[in-house]
């Protein structure tokens, strides 16, 4: 499984963005997908996941302002995020669990600055 994120970039507060991973392979269907973000100098955290059957849970930081969606038959997962503010600056990373293995993409920066 491959994953790509696209949509990160460059946005003031209050602004936002949206990212998109997509996977590689026919099993995309049966994964159980996340974003995850790090910031410098702290541990990658969970953002959002949905599971295969479409359920969300979200980070507490950020209930209420992304919403993580899929759409199976593109093979992609997006991350819309509003009100974004300093403290969500961080390089976001897409993960997909299936079949008790763990991928991940490689990573799109997201800085929020003015």
């Known amino acids: 499984v491959q994953l790509v994120e696209l949509g990160g970039g460059l946005v003031q507060p209050g602004g936002s963005l949206r990212l998109s991973c997509a996977a590689s392979?026919?099993?995309?269907?049966?994964?159980?997908m996340g974003w995850y973000r790090q910031a410098p100098g702290k541990q990658r955290e969970l953002v959002a996941v949905?599971?295969?059957?479409?359920?969300?849970n979200y980070a507490d930081s950020v209930k209420g302002r992304f919403t993580i969606s899929r759409d199976n038959t593109k093979n992609t997962i997006y991350l819309q995020m509003n009100s974004l503010n300093s403290e969500d600056t961080a390089v976001y990373y897409c993960?997909?669990?299936?079949?008790?293995?763990?991928?991940w993409g490689q990573g799109t920066q997201v800085t929020v600055s003015s």
């Open positions: 993960n997909a669990y299936v079949f008790s293995k763990a991928y």
């Open positions: 392979g026919n099993i995309f269907r049966f994964s159980d």
């Open positions: 949905i599971t295969r059957g479409g359920s969300t």
